[in-house]
């Protein structure tokens, strides 16, 4: 007789009462004994559902219109039947009820198995592409880094934000001038009292600009975006108003705002006493330009500036001058002279200097800015390292240099600028290689793409790619040392050619789904590839991939879904692949990632980047469906 378990297929889990099957071509299955012991077979029977959930229309499965079923093989009593439903007789989205009965070639069954409900639920759903989209597939948030060597002075953190060094060294004391005084400086990090300062002086910017745009009848809005503005002193634009006390940077651009405060000490160290003190707040900046023109200058360049505030200055010291030391390891670069100017970007002289004559008190801010152009050919990474040397007007002699660290640890090197004449169609320049991009999927234009990929984040071993993971893709560059079969550099399409060969054919879909083609993940244009030579997801044919495609939903949506291609691994992915080919629609294939990189990151080999698809990433996991949504 038919058994009590009837089941459908793949993976044959349920999801509460439903059997949730991951492909149209749907496996069916139900044990059978007979009493004889004789093998037996198990005829089939789909119906459509009513709205409460009872059978309502027979499905025609043997496509004749005379008995509408489908006839397992004989099996051993005991054993399990099994049919496949053909492709196109069921559609996904829909809840249908199947039930059986058992023949062991002689007698009939009189009676019908359970039923069971199962419905074709993809792992993601989608509809057709928009027709326009606001998402900025380039768009960059600024990050937080951690310096790897800010100095003897201050600690070095981890990523986690616990200390892994105390600071070293806070004071520093240079040579005795011939009367026995000193210039000592201490060094201190970012204080609430330093950070108060500077939200002080970023209001003292902001609101004469908003009173003034006020004045001009802006709404209140837009007299506050006008007070956004970065004075024109200001070399990395989006920094001046940002916390003291962390550091930040994007692909082009450095805000260190985690250097702190220095003490001048001008001591007398015959009599032990302390002739007059100064403190200054500090903060400096790296600004990296993607090619020579968009930094006004004819050869790749990279500019850096250091902005000291002074707090206070006795008038013991007559007056105070600072040197900016900032070193490079460049071999192809010229390195012009440190230009100062005051905070309004009047040019302040050769020196960072404040007269201490009882009169100047507040004294001005001074920026130093200092420019490096880099003439080389290939590809340049180039270490900095930052110092300070102070002198008083009241010692001819005495002076003293603070340290304020590097670009960089080797292993990290987080504001080591890269320059570079490899990359296409764009004029030499420079960008900061250590900031990870992140290329934002257009999940409004290329919706079936996007789930496709969001899916394979999701399941793959590595998680290539992913943010939620901290698991990085590195992109195939230009520069790439890796040969081909030929003895040329290797490219994309020989990656492709690994997984998307011919074991990989088209699966029967909608004709609403148009033209499809073999999309490979992760993507070809990455050493994640699975077509890679070196990668860590290396496979010998596409056929060890997941196999995917895409198909119309039934439900009476214009939805589409993605759905497990069966005809390779008759379960679907196991989650253990280390690679993805499915059958996404054409256009969207081929321009999902059109205008990767963005010309303006530089990448070069081996350059980490992070992938994003913001209609699915409300979603955290492939055990249900996850649905797009749209965004802008």
């Not at 299955?29 to 709205?51: E, I, M």
């Not at 860590?536 to 196999?547: E, F, I, L, P």
Request: charged share 20%.
């Amino acid at each position: 007789m038919s058994g009590r378990s009837p089941a459908a297929g793949p993976k044959f889990s349920k999801s509460g009462t439903v059997w949730r099957v991951i492909t149209p071509d749907v496996v069916l299955r139900n044990t059978v004994t007979d009493a004889d012991g004789d093998k037996s077979n198990l005829t089939f029977q789909v119906w459509t559902t009513n709205a409460d959930g009872t059978p309502k229309a027979e499905v025609d499965l043997d496509g004749t219109g005379e008995y509408d079923v489908l006839v397992s093989s004989y099996v051993s009593s005991g054993g399990t039947a099994k049919v496949t439903v053909p492709y196109g007789l069921l559609k996904p989205g829909v809840l249908y009820k199947f039930r059986t009965s058992a023949y062991d070639g002689s007698l009939y069954e009189t009676t019908w198995s359970p039923y069971a409900d199962f419905r074709i639920e993809p792992y993601t759903k989608f509809p057709a592409p928009q027709s326009s989209s606001t998402i900025d597939k380039t768009a960059q948030q600024i990050a937080e880094v951690t310096r790897t060597d800010p100095g003897p002075a201050l600690p070095t953190f981890s990523p986690s934000g616990a200390v892994k060094r105390e600071a070293t060294q806070k004071r520093t004391c240079g040579k005795q001038d011939a009367d026995g005084r000193q210039l000592c400086i201490e060094l201190s990090p970012p204080t609430e009292e330093s950070e108060a300062r500077a939200a002080k002086r970023a209001e003292a910017v902001r609101e004469p600009e908003e009173a003034k745009a006020r004045r001009a009848g802006k709404s209140p809005a837009e007299a506050a975006a006008a007070a956004r503005v970065a004075p024109a002193v200001e070399l990395v634009d989006w920094c001046w108003d940002k916390p003291v006390g962390k550091d930040y940077m994007n692909r082009t651009d450095a805000c260190l705002k985690n250097i702190g405060s220095a003490t001048l000490v001008f001591v007398d160290t015959g009599r032990d006493v302390t002739i007059g003190t100064a403190e200054f707040d500090f903060e400096q900046r790296i600004k990296a330009y993607p090619n020579k023109g968009s930094s006004g200058s004819n050869f790749a360049e990279f500019d850096q500036a250091i902005a000291i505030m002074p707090v206070s200055i006795d008038q013991a010291l007559e007056g105070v001058t600072m040197k900016w030391n900032a070193g490079t390891t460049c071999q192809s670069c010229v390195t012009s002279n440190v230009q100062w100017t005051d905070g309004q970007n009047n040019n302040a002289g050769s020196s960072a200097y404040w007269d201490v004559d009882g009169t100047s008190a507040p004294y001005g801010d001074r920026w130093g800015r200092v420019t490096t152009q880099w003439n080389g050919s290939g590809k340049e990474t180039i270490d900095l390292g930052w110092s300070v040397t102070a002198t008083v007007d009241a010692s001819d002699t005495a002076a003293d240099t603070a340290n304020f660290g590097t670009s960089g640890i080797d292993e990290v090197r987080e504001l080591s600028p890269r320059c570079d004449d490899f990359v296409a169609g764009s004029a030499p320049g420079c960008v900061l290689p250590y900031f990870k991009t992140t290329w934002t999927l257009d999940t409004n234009l290329y919706p079936a793409a996007g789930a496709y990929y969001w899916y394979m984040q999701q399941v793959m071993p590595d998680h290539a790619g992913s943010k939620r993971w901290d698991s990085l893709m590195h992109y195939l560059g230009p520069d790439t040392t890796v040969k081909n079969s030929n003895g040329e550099p290797w490219t994309p399409d020989n990656s492709r050619n690994t997984v998307c060969d011919t074991t990989w054919s088209v699966h029967k879909t909608d004709a609403s789904v148009g033209t499809v083609d073999c999309d490979e993940y992760a993507m070809a244009s990455t050493h994640e590839s699975g077509g890679y030579p070196k990668s860590v997801n290396k496979v010998t044919s596409g056929s060890k991939c997941a196999q995917l495609f895409t198909d119309k939903m039934g439900d009476g949506s214009a939805n589409f879904g993605l759905l497990a291609d069966t005809r390779t691994a008759t379960n679907g992915p196991s989650g253990t692949e280390r690679c993805g080919r499915a059958g996404i629609p054409f256009e969207q294939n081929r321009r999902a990632f059109s205008g990767f990189p963005a010309p303006t990151w530089r990448m070069l080999d081996g350059d980490g980047f992070f992938l994003t698809m913001p209609g699915y990433e409300h979603c955290t996991s492939t055990t249900t469906t996850c649905t797009w949504r749209k965004i802008g």
